[in-house]
Every structure is written in structure tokens, then in C-alpha cells.
């Protein structure tokens, strides 16, 4: 029978020939990705409770990014307590705040296609992006993860999103999230998202990962993407080893498909998520206008260094208006490094721009940057749940890197088709 | 099996940042509690009894992997929860941490206030309230035994001492 892509992966990782949608199977993990939140702080008391040790210390990697850098002594306890578990267990790949753990991921070339990874965090989705499978569990389903190398796995069925048309200007993958949050809804529980079409074939892994990352604002088990030369070519530059088999995992041409969707976005405009959910979007006309006290760039969806030269590209020659502030955190410290090289960071900062560190932040209603009652954000992260960023009666919008630059220069919602 | 229990109803879409707020997240978990459902219903944790059930909608736990978002319904007393639908991490998280989710199409039809009986083996639910009876969707076999046992710890404690890890 013809498989698709992801339940390829889960058969190879369940040992099967053929595995079928509906069907509960046990998958060996390949890698597990764990942060400072749900992590060693969580699993070290359980593991310890449970007199286990971590069944492969070459295939885990942690990242401390929530808590970065500490700025009181919780989070200073809580950076020292992962730093010492990692010693502690012989844990292989250790990120400590050089960014967020699904960027960590990419950047380290620990992705690859064909493999079956278990992330301790929501977006773990986020590696789809390299043609292999990899969701997102909570701290005691990973604590299960770390005793016994193994997860059980309902076969999810797959929903194909095909994708054609380019680009307008200013618009990027961010808008194509944020249109399919309204147009598939957020209720795709236990189904694979995977995306194709010739628009994702000329994508970049950067932008490919936003559409992979904001699978879990569609509910989906995770979002995920075939590999080609772009994918090699990532690795490649990353300076990891590129498999033999890196262009062969692919699913049947005549595999089944829960639905299939096609999206021409040859004539979408940037979106726009009003509070407080991801499936609030529309074109930003419907909010142009609307008073920002704060401007956002952050987080794994919107702080890329794809992300940071689309604010670079709008704010160039202009100010960040009186009565707002524009902080941007970037996804990692290679993306800040390749920023200030490439002279990115010197056109945002000349803009009024706030530099933050590399770490989820705000996004998460941690560390810096985190709204009052009573304020309104725009941001080019994942999530404007009620209370996300701070204070539960403040409001966040969503929008891409683009928007919020060009919301920055005005202080209201603004359609950056205007500054480029 | 739940006898008599009070329900909090809720809609659709409560998500995981509503439930355990991310602003808390560093403090203790018995501390961090008291901000569960702060924002959209202040009231819930100071009238929440133990044995009380949560009835939601559609989509029952959108968002984070945070574990607390379960645990704090848990730590409150809650004893099953029930939903037309669950996103999928909240769902494994509530099994994981031995608190008994269950999938009922006719969750629509139970109202706040209202007093249930649950059987979660059998997957029925009785409202005492308004005399009806719903049915679940079973919880998934291979899941019955950790669930008997309490949860993940649990399971895993008791295969690790038979050998079996």
C-alpha cells in the first residue's frame, strides 16, 4: 500500500513494513530535543525517583533558552540546575543561551530526513521542515522518552497543502500561516500537516520552518516537508554530514491523503491575527490604523536572519515612531552574528531599535519585553493567547517580521507593502 | 468511578497559556497554581472543590506542551476532565499525569453546575442534573494499564522493577 511521507517515517521507526492511519505503534526515537523550561528540571527529580539513567546521551540535545539570560535567582537556579544535569548525564549537544532550542536544532544540523525526533516543546513541529518527523510531547511523556529511547504514536492521517504562485511584495511564509490558521482552523489534532506545491520547492529552509513551526497553531501532530538540494544544501552549510538517502525520503505519489488543499498566494496580502487567537487573521487592511505600544521581533517563528533582513528591508531610512518601542530579540546568536556582518543590525538599531538577547522571551511571557494591562503588541511570534506576553488583559497581534517593522515606524498597524 | 461530581464548563479553544500562564512559570508549582484560569474566570480557583469535573468544547488545551496546564487542574481537585475534543499534547499530558481524559461528542449538552456520575473504564457518563446519559470514545487500550497504575511514573516505577524497561 502507498505511504505517505510521515507514515514512511513511522514505519521505519516502528520497525514495520507498512503502518496505516489509526494504528497505535511504538517508535524508537532517533533524537530527543529538550530546554531549560520542561527539561532537566522536570526529568532530573523523575529520573532520579525512578533510580533510570538516559538511555542514549549521543542522541539528546538541550538547549537552555526560556530562562536566558537569568535575570533573578530563580533563573539563575533553574540555568545552573540544566548545566549540571547535562554534565552530569554525559549529554552530547548542549546549546547553553546561544538561542532558541528548534533554531539550535537547525543551525547544529541535527535535523535530517528520514529521522523520528521527539521535542519537549509545543513547536517542535518545527523540524518538519527537514523531512523528518518530529512532534512535541510534555515533561512526563519525555521523562518516558529519556528511560527507554521509545514513544507510542497514533498513525496520524495527512493533510496535503500544495502551494503555488509567488510572493507578493512584502509578504512572506509568516502570512501564509497566519491565512491557513483561518482558513484550516486550529482543530487538526492528531493529523500530519505536510506542505509541498512549487512555492515551498523555491522556499528557504528558513521560511520552509515557519510553515513547519506554525503547524501547531494548527493543531496538527507536527507539520512536515520533503527534502531536496535545498535541504542538502542547509546541511551542507551547516557543516554536518549530508545521508546518502537525504533526497530519498519521499511519500508515494499515490498515497492517501485525509484532504488535500491548494493555496495560490499570488494575490495574498500580509495577514494580520487580531487578539486573542492565531485563527483571528485577515488582510492587514481590516487593522491598519490600530495604536501598537509595543512592536515585537522574536521568537523561533519571526527572529530568524531571514526574518531580521524583511525588518531591515522596511525600517531602512526610517524611525521607530514616538509612543511606541520596537525590541527584537534574534533566534539565535549566529543569527545577531550574521546580522551585524551583513549590516542588518546597523540599519534596525540607527531605526531606534531595542536589541534583546536570543531566547524566547516575550513570546513566552518570560524575561524581557513583556506587556501591562491595558497594552497592545504586535509581533512576529507564533501564539497571541490571552495573557501569552504578560499582564491577561494586554493584547498581541500577529503579523510578519514586514508588519511589525512597518507598524514600528508608524506606532499603528501598518501594511508594510508601503515601505518596500 | 466519579460519583456526584460538580462541573466547570468552559467553551471552545481554552488554551494552554489561559491555564497555566507562562508569566508563573518559574515559581513552585503550588504557588504557580493560583493563576490557573486567572484571566478569563478569576473565580474558578477559589470555588473549585475536590472531585469537581471540567467540561470543555472543542479543542480543549490548544498551545503549549507545558505540563501544568493539566497538572493545575489536578492540583485543584479536578477528577476527570471531558471534551468534545482535545489538542493533542494536553490529551497525552492529562493521561500521563494519571488525570482521566475522556472524548465526548455530547459535551455540548452538560451545563455548568451540573452534578455527574463517570464510569472512565466504561467510558459513560451520567448527568444526574438533567437525567441523561453521554457515552466516550474509549480510552485507547494500550493506554488502560498506565492508567490503572496512576500515570506514566507510576507505570514506568512498576516496569522498571519487573524488568521490563
Known sequence: MPMTLAEKIVARASGRQQVRPGEIVTCSVDLAMCHDSSGPRRYGPRLKELGASVWDPTRVVVVSDHFVPAVDAESARILKLTRDWVAENKISHFYDMEGICHIKLAEGGHLKPGMFVCGGDSHSTNGGAFGCYMAGYGATEMTGVMVTGEI???????????????????????????????????????????????????????????????????????GIIEGDEITAGWLREMGAEVPADVLDWKGDDDAGYLAQHQLDIQSLPPQVAAPHSPENSSAVENHTGTLVDQCYIGACTGAKLSDLHMVAKVLKGHKVAKGTRLLVAPSSTAAMRDAAADGTLQIITEAGAIMLPSGCGACAGLGAGILAAGETCISSTNRNFQGRMGSGDSSVYLASPYTVAASAITGRIADPREYV | MIASARVWKFGNGLNTDVLAPGLYFKLPAEEAVVHCLESVRPEFVKEVRQGDVFVAGDDLGIGSSREQAPQNLKMLGISAIIARSFARIFYRNALNIGLPALVCAEADQIEDGDKLSIDPVAGSITNETKGQTYQCDPIPEHLMEMIADGGLMPHLKKKIAAGQK
Not at chain 1, 509568516?174 to 512549487?198: Q, S, W
Not at chain 1, 529552509?205 to 496538527?220: K, P, S
Open chain 1, 152 to 222: 507510542w504514536v497514533k498513525v496520524p492521517e495527512t493533510i496535503r497543502v500544495n502551494i503555488t504562485g509567488d510572493f507578493g511584495p512584502a509578504v512572506s511564509a509568516k502570512d501564509i500561516m497566519l491565512h491557513l490558521c483561518a482558513t484550516l482552523g486550529m482543530d487538526n489534532h492528531f493529523r500530519v500537516v505536510e506542505y509541498g506545491g512549487p512555492t515551498v520547492r523555491s522556499m528557504s529552509m528558513r521560511e520552509r520552518m515557519v510553515l513547519t513551526n506554525m503547524a501547531a497553531e494548527l493543531g496538527a501532530e507536527t
